[in-house]
């Protein structure tokens, strides 16, 4: 079965400094990889998405993620926190296993930037 | 990009009534949406695919004459909550896809007393 997991449930990093969430995946095939974003009651927001070609994937807001095949992982960075990055962030892998196109969700982890 | 409108943005409704939610893609044409529900501090959990014209697809253990859903245009679509009770309070989102990437509506706050 296809899954996404994110290992962290939390992330505290001091404004300035360089950030990652983790997140890896299982899927059968090659994968369509995404990260989101989502402020307190508010929709997702999409940041970025890979689905071929350069393992560097850039993103709004200054965030980038990159695509390890071999460790079967797309982690989110940032060079340089900020305090307004503070939300919950969702890794998601698109169901190809199904036509619909849904999308599979980690169960997200929380970004504190502290000042 | 592409915007998905969802209405109302948070309601509460008393157990037992039943609460219409809609999803609207504003400036394109939506034949597929999607449904999820979110608990607190929780992932999104994939309820339904709406279908304009057809019925509806449910994920295994979703109730589908509890939560009925409508895809009557390709711009709407509907979740009604039937006979409410409050642990169907929730966050539900839809969103519809596009080219690569799906577009999120905002999301509406359910809340039953």
């Known amino acids: 079965a296809q899954s996404v997991a994110q290992p962290e449930d939390q992330v505290n990093v001091a404004e300035g400094n360089p950030l990652t969430v983790k997140c890896t995946y299982s899927?059968?095939?090659?994968?369509?990889l995404f990260w989101y974003v989502q402020y307190p009651n508010r929709g997702l927001q999409f940041l970025l998405k890979y689905i071929t070609g350069d393992n560097l994937v850039k993103g709004s807001y200054g965030f980038e993620a990159e695509f390890n095949k071999s460790q079967t992982s797309f982690h989110l960075k940032k060079p340089s926190a900020l305090v307004s990055d503070s939300a919950l962030y969702f890794c998601?892998?698109?169901?190809?296993?199904?036509?619909?196109?849904?999308?599979?969700f980690g169960k997200g982890t929380k970004l504190s930037v502290k000042p | 990009g592409a915007v998905v409108s969802q209405h109302p943005s948070w309601v509460i409704c008393k157990s037992g009534t039943s609460v219409k939610i809609e999803c609207r893609s504003l400036?394109?044409?939506?034949?597929?949406m999607f449904w999820y529900r979110q608990f607190p501090k929780q992932s999104l959990m994939l309820m339904a695919t709406?279908?304009?014209?057809?019925?509806?697809?449910?994920e295994q253990g979703v109730e589908k004459d509890k939560f009925l859903i409508n895809h009557a245009s390709l711009t709407l679509s509907t979740l009604t909550v039937t006979s409410a009770h409050p642990e169907d309070s929730s966050f539900y989102i839809c969103s519809a896809p596009g080219l690569s990437e799906q577009y999120f509506g905002p999301g509406t706050r359910l809340t039953v007393t």
């Open positions: 899927v059968s095939g090659n994968p369509y």
């Open positions: 400036d394109f044409q939506a034949t597929t």
């Open positions: 998601a892998v698109r169901d190809i296993e199904r036509s619909q196109g849904n999308l599979i």
């Open positions: 709406s279908n304009e014209g057809s019925k509806a697809t449910y």
